[in-house]
């Protein structure tokens, strides 16, 4: 079952296509590989899907419901959260607070000041002991190492409690062993019965994780299906031998 969908979406810059007349299909309860070499348009269209960016034609069709433009915003009403490759958290707030923020979807500053109940403190405790940062807690943000600071964000996409959730190179600049809680949050976003929309460049995390891909090449769809087929062709290892 088809949950987004994009139908010839366009998104320019000075007149060069960044996505060019893009039209694919994103299956519920999947994970699915964007992939393709650098500046082939895999954030751009995670910006518009999220409505960073507008969009300049075509349609975004999420949940059978039609857009031609999207919010920010209006995104969680949608069922959809993201991660950005440059992380996006409140710095001079603590750790419990950023959690906190997402959790009751108030204000910032409402959600700064307000006496939070139980029922929150405890999810916020479940999903930084999650994302393995619960000794963190009362650290400011700005203060967290790169690693922990890309484990916050994702912690804060889980407080959204979506049904879509577009993960911009959540990997990069990762240890190994944070590479492996990352991996195991999304298996079990998987398992839950969410959707993943994930941009990677590690060909083995997106093998390993990956139900389906897209391969992207100058705004355009290179190719696409299961990962050791698509990545095998010819034409995909030449755009990344090309790069």
Do not use: C
């Amino acid at each position: 079952m088809t949950i987004l969908q994009t139908k010839n979406l366009i998104k320019k810059f000075d007149g060069v296509h960044a996505v060019d007349n893009l039209s694919i299909e994103i299956e519920k309860g999947k994970i699915t590989g964007i992939v393709g070499p650098n500046g082939s348009g895999k954030t751009t269209l995670i910006n518009t899907l999220s409505g960073v960016l507008p969009i300049d034609g075509g349609l975004v069709i999420i949940s059978g419901s039609r857009f031609q433009a999207i919010q920010p915003y209006q995104i969680p009403n949608f069922g959809l959260t993201r991660t950005f490759q440059d992380i996006h958290l409140f710095n001079q707030m603590s750790v419990l607070d950023n959690i906190l923020v997402a959790l009751t979807e108030r204000p910032v500053f409402s959600a700064l000041f307000e006496k939070h109940g139980q029922k929150h403190l405890r999810q916020a405790e479940e999903i930084l002991k999650k994302v393995n940062i619960w000794e963190k807690r009362d650290v400011n943000a700005e203060n967290l190492s790169y690693g922990q600071r890309k484990l916050l964000e994702i912690g804060r996409a889980l407080a959204m409690n979506v049904k879509i959730y577009l993960l911009d190179e959540p990997f990069a600049g990762l240890f190994k062993e944070m590479r492996k809680v990352v991996s195991g949050i999304i298996l079990d976003l998987k398992q839950q019965g969410r959707t993943i929309i994930l941009i990677e460049h590690d060909m083995d995390l997106i093998r390993d994780l990956s139900d389906y891909v897209f391969v992207m090449d100058f705004g355009q769809l290179l190719a696409e299906g299961k990962p050791d087929e698509v990545l095998a062709k010819p034409e995909v290892i030449e755009a990344y031998l090309g790069s």
